[in-house]
């Protein structure tokens, strides 16, 4: 917390009765206590920045309406308690949208009452701090240099785009083969921004079957459709403030594309099955492996979206294109990966650093960290050696035939293994093999394929 007191102010004109809450709070030690008995002397105070106002409604100065609007100006993150006595409902809810946390009538439990909101509203400023340190550790560990390793001028030109992005609520667009760290980049420019203290909401539009990728967005109503048993916020509410990534937008569903464009322009949704227009504040950074430009060209992608989501452009390499970087991410790999499994550090031998540098890794940055993972457990001694480096260390695909299985076994394995290589991409898969892609979601709702 940012001491170790709570602070309370209690305005009360009746000194007996804030005399009588002041006592009940006081029996906690941590709760720092100040009474007022005019809203102006309390006004004049806000800059102490409490944590909690007990308001009572009715004051000779001014109306509680008018105190408790001025305390939310000077300090929206001060939770006001209004105390009243009279028991009107209307006026109530009125003080509750205009952000007051709690209304309690005055009698003989209000001290009570008044204890355990308090109580309450500390727990929840608790919670709040937490997530915001772990959401400053999150950043640290988001840093630019902490999630793409390298030294080459294209690695270098990233870092730069990334820079400028930060600084901005600008639009980002990620392109990049499947493996070079498009999402890691996505969160690095959220958690170094602006928002960092705002929701990241990841959506991976390929994952998500066509039918349920509007209400998986934008939320459904109660009854909307079929097992739509009660209210369903969309990713799109829930990232409200903070961060829309949206990985593989280029196989969003062109029926779809508009609806996006709109709540692009008008900041607001409608969630399946409703009428009621919810507002929206999202920043929106979006991947794709796609040229999106050529996919402008064969009628697959609005030209309109396209250039709303083009924004700052950032293009990751891929790995065959940043030379020694493969060897200093080799490295780092196996660094990483003997300090968390308590190996000793090993180092790679000139023959190894050969191979890793001659070899084009079609999978990338994933590619590398997995292969030279199995090699540090591969290798012998401290210096892992050009053996130890397999390029078809699985020998999946020779291994294929060598045991009996139905065909139907055999057609499952294979759209697992390109599920598992291109990160779950059901559409990319689909088009790879040349088969529907309502056949893999058929097979994923029947449990013969799993995604992670």
Same mark, same amino acid.
């Given at each position: 917390?940012?001491?170790?007191?709570?602070?309370?102010?209690?305005?009360?004109?009746d $000194?007996?009765?804030?005399? /009588?809450? *002041?006592? =009940?709070?006081?029996?906690? !030690?941590?709760?720092?206590?100040?009474?007022?008995?005019?809203?102006?002397?309390?006004?004049?105070?806000?800059?102490?920045?409490?944590?909690?106002?007990?308001?009572?409604?009715?004051?000779?100065?001014?109306?509680?309406?008018?105190?408790? %609007?001025?305390?939310? *100006?000077?300090? !929206?993150?001060?939770?006001?308690?209004?105390?009243?006595?009279? *028991?009107?409902?209307?006026?109530?809810?009125?003080?509750?949208?205009?952000?007051?946390? @709690?209304?309690?009538?005055?009698?003989?439990?209000?001290?009570?009452?008044?204890?355990?909101?308090?109580?309450?509203?500390?727990?929840?400023?608790?919670?709040?701090?937490?997530?915001?340190?772990l959401?400053?550790?999150?950043?640290?560990? #988001?840093?630019?240099?902490?999630?793409?390793?390298?030294?080459?001028?294209?690695?270098?030109?990233?870092?730069?785009?990334?820079?400028?992005?930060? +600084?901005?609520?600008?639009? &980002?667009?990620?392109?990049? *083969?499947?493996?070079?760290?498009?999402?890691l980049?996505?969160?690095?420019?959220? #958690?170094?921004?602006?928002?960092?203290?705002?929701?990241?909401?990841?959506?991976?539009?390929?994952?998500?079957?066509?039918?349920?990728?509007?209400?998986?967005?934008?939320?459904?109503? %109660?009854?909307?459709?079929?097992?739509?048993?009660?209210?369903? /916020?969309?990713?799109?509410?829930?990232?409200?403030?903070?961060?829309?990534? /949206?990985?593989?937008?280029?196989?969003?569903?062109?029926?779809?594309?508009? %609806?996006?464009?709109? $709540?692009?322009?008008?900041?607001?949704?409608?969630? &399946?099955?409703?009428?009621?227009?919810?507002?929206? @504040?999202?920043?929106?950074?979006?991947?794709? =492996?796609?040229?999106?430009?050529?996919?402008?060209? %064969?009628?697959?992608?609005?030209?309109?979206?396209?250039?709303?989501?083009?924004?700052?452009?950032? =293009?990751?390499?891929?790995?065959?294109?940043?030379?020694?970087?493969?060897?200093?991410?080799?490295?780092h790999?196996i660094?990483?990966?003997?300090?968390e499994?308590?190996?000793?550090?090993?180092?790679?031998?000139?023959?190894?650093?050969? +191979? /890793?540098?001659?070899?084009?890794?079609?999978?990338?940055?994933?590619?590398?960290?997995?292969?030279?993972?199995?090699?540090?457990?591969?290798?012998?001694?401290?210096?892992?050696?050009e053996?130890?480096?397999?390029f =078809?260390?699985?020998?999946?695909?020779?291994?294929?035939?060598?045991?009996?299985?139905?065909?139907?076994?055999?057609?499952?394995?294979?759209?697992?293994? #390109?599920?598992?290589?291109?990160d779950?991409?059901?559409?990319?898969?689909?088009?790879?093999?040349?088969?529907?892609?309502?056949?893999?979601?058929?097979?994923?709702?029947?449990k013969?394929?799993? &995604?992670?």
């Amino acid at each position: 917390m940012k001491n170790s007191n709570f602070k309370i102010f209690i305005l009360d004109d009746d $000194v007996w009765y804030s005399e /009588l809450l *002041e006592y =009940h709070l006081s029996l906690n !030690p941590d709760y720092e206590l100040k009474k007022f008995h005019s809203a102006k002397d309390c006004l004049t105070s806000m800059y102490e920045r409490p944590d909690v106002v007990t308001l009572d409604y009715s004051l000779p100065d001014k109306n509680g309406d008018e105190v408790l %609007k001025k305390i939310k *100006e000077q300090n !929206p993150d001060t939770q006001v308690i209004i105390i009243s006595g009279q *028991e009107d409902v209307a006026t109530a809810v009125d003080l509750l949208k205009k952000g007051a946390y @709690d209304y309690i009538v005055k009698d003989e439990e209000t001290p009570e009452r008044v204890w355990n909101t308090v109580n309450k509203i500390r727990e929840n400023v608790s919670l709040r701090e937490e997530i915001n340190q772990l959401r400053e550790q999150i950043g640290q560990k #988001y840093d630019f240099g902490n999630i793409i390793i390298g030294n080459s001028e294209a690695i270098k030109r990233v870092f730069t785009m990334m820079d400028k992005a930060a +600084k901005t609520n600008i639009t &980002v667009s990620i392109t990049g *083969e499947t493996g070079t760290g498009k999402e890691l980049v996505a969160k690095a420019i959220h #958690y170094n921004g602006i928002k960092k203290k705002m929701p990241y909401v990841a959506v991976n539009v390929a994952a998500i079957p066509r039918e349920l990728i509007e209400s998986e967005l934008f939320g459904h109503e %109660k009854g909307a459709f079929t097992g739509a048993v009660s209210r369903r /916020l969309g990713k799109f509410e829930e990232a409200n403030k903070g961060t829309i990534f /949206l990985d593989e937008i280029g196989e969003l569903d062109i029926s779809l594309q508009a %609806k996006l464009l709109r $709540v692009l322009q008008e900041k607001e949704i409608t969630r &399946v099955g409703g009428n009621t227009v919810v507002p929206v @504040d999202a920043r929106i950074i979006v991947a794709t =492996h796609k040229n999106l430009a050529d996919e402008v060209k %064969k009628g697959n992608f609005r030209e309109d979206l396209y250039y709303r989501l083009l924004g700052l452009p950032i =293009h990751l390499p891929a790995l065959r294109e940043r030379g020694s970087d493969i060897l200093v991410l080799a490295k780092h790999f196996i660094d990483a990966f003997a300090k968390e499994n308590g190996m000793a550090r090993k180092t790679l031998s000139s023959g190894a650093q050969e +191979k /890793l540098l001659s070899y084009s890794f079609p999978g990338n940055v994933r590619e590398l960290k997995a292969l030279v993972e199995l090699a540090v457990v591969l290798a012998d001694e401290d210096v892992i050696q050009e053996h130890d480096i397999n390029f =078809h260390a699985n020998n999946a695909e020779k291994d294929f035939l060598a045991t009996e299985r139905t065909l139907k076994q055999f057609t499952a394995d294979i759209i697992q293994y #390109y599920l598992d290589k291109y990160d779950q991409n059901v559409l990319l898969v689909a088009d790879k093999l040349d088969i529907g892609k309502s056949t893999i979601y058929r097979m994923i709702q029947n449990k013969e394929l799993r &995604v992670k």
